[in-house]
């Protein structure tokens, strides 16, 4: 049998949020605000792949405002939330929907973004487990495990030799220890992706270092 692990009430009862559901709304807004960072600029475009559960009540729970929401960077608590689709509409960002509600998922409250600027684009699929926390199973068609629930930092770079390790460098040098690590890259020598979950939230010192390193596009940490 399997026992859950919970650090706080909060993991049971989830965050402060707008809506009726910590899995349909502040889960979603979640997964939004993970594709909102790392994609790192406005998009264009929009494409909300919603299974089971968050296919069957996304309206009614409000779990399409959410996902916007996140999209356009808000937080679970933002009182913008019930106006994301205007508010992207009128910045010219194009939303789609594809319910899929009989097929089958990694979990029943899974969604697949794909999201498209002019001059690039990105798919990540996420799922909200309940109490607001979330998922990220994949990246970009590569399978990944990151809970997100754990601190994280999310770095888009240049594909260039020795990233990584200028990246590893400052987190040893301030004894910030790697727990979980995945890259994965659009093109040989095109962007590329690292997300690294860590054991250390007193990262201000190294997260300077890194912002500072050459050849970074964005950089972003989930404590």
């Given at each position: 049998?399997?026992?859950?692990?919970?650090?706080?009430?909060?993991?049971?009862?989830?965050?402060?949020?707008?809506?009726?559901?910590?899995?349909?709304?502040?889960?979603?807004?979640?997964?939004?605000?993970?594709?909102?960072?790392?994609?790192?600029?406005?998009?264009?475009?929009?494409?909300?792949?919603?299974?089971?559960s968050f296919a069957k009540t996304y309206r009614g729970h409000g779990t399409?405002?959410?996902?916007?929401?996140?999209?356009?960077?808000?937080?679970?608590?933002?009182?913008?939330?019930?106006?994301?689709?205007?508010?992207?509409?009128?910045?010219?960002?194009?939303?789609?929907?594809?319910?899929?509600?009989?097929?089958?998922?990694?979990?029943?409250?899974?969604?697949?973004?794909?999201?498209?600027?002019?001059?690039?684009?990105?798919?990540?699929?996420?799922?909200?487990?309940?109490?607001?926390?979330?998922?990220?199973?994949?990246?970009?068609?590569?399978?990944?495990?990151?809970?997100?629930?754990?601190?994280?930092?999310?770095?888009?770079?240049?594909?260039?030799?020795?990233?990584?390790?200028?990246?590893?460098?400052?987190?040893?040098?301030?004894?910030?220890?790697?727990?979980?690590?995945?890259?994965?890259?659009?093109?040989?020598?095109?962007?590329?992706?690292?997300?690294?979950?860590?054991?250390?939230?007193?990262?201000?010192?190294?997260?300077?270092?890194?912002?500072?390193?050459?050849?970074?596009?964005?950089?972003?940490?989930?404590?």
């Amino acid at each position: 049998m399997r026992h859950l692990k919970f650090k706080s009430v909060f993991d049971i009862m989830g965050p402060v949020m707008i809506g009726p559901s910590s899995s349909h709304t502040a889960g979603a807004v979640r997964i939004g605000k993970i594709v909102h960072s790392i994609f790192g600029e406005q998009p264009t475009e929009v494409e909300f792949h919603l299974y089971q559960s968050f296919a069957k009540t996304y309206r009614g729970h409000g779990t399409d405002l959410a996902l916007v929401a996140g999209i356009l960077g808000m937080e679970t608590n933002d009182p913008r939330i019930p106006d994301s689709l205007e508010i992207a509409d009128k910045a010219g960002i194009k939303v789609f929907w594809h319910i899929h509600k009989d097929e089958k998922a990694d979990h029943p409250n899974t969604a697949k973004i794909i999201i498209k600027s002019e001059t690039k684009s990105m798919s990540i699929k996420g799922i909200s487990i309940g109490g607001g926390n979330i998922q990220v199973t994949e990246l970009n068609g590569f399978d990944v495990a990151l809970n997100m629930n754990t601190p994280t930092l999310i770095i888009v770079h240049q594909d260039l030799p020795g990233m990584i390790a200028k990246v590893t460098d400052r987190l040893s040098k301030h004894d910030i220890n790697i727990a979980q690590m995945n890259v994965t890259r659009e093109n040989a020598g095109e962007k590329a992706i690292m997300i690294i979950e860590i054991d250390s939230r007193d990262v201000d010192q190294a997260l300077a270092e890194i912002k500072a390193i050459d050849n970074l596009h964005n950089v972003n940490f989930f404590g």
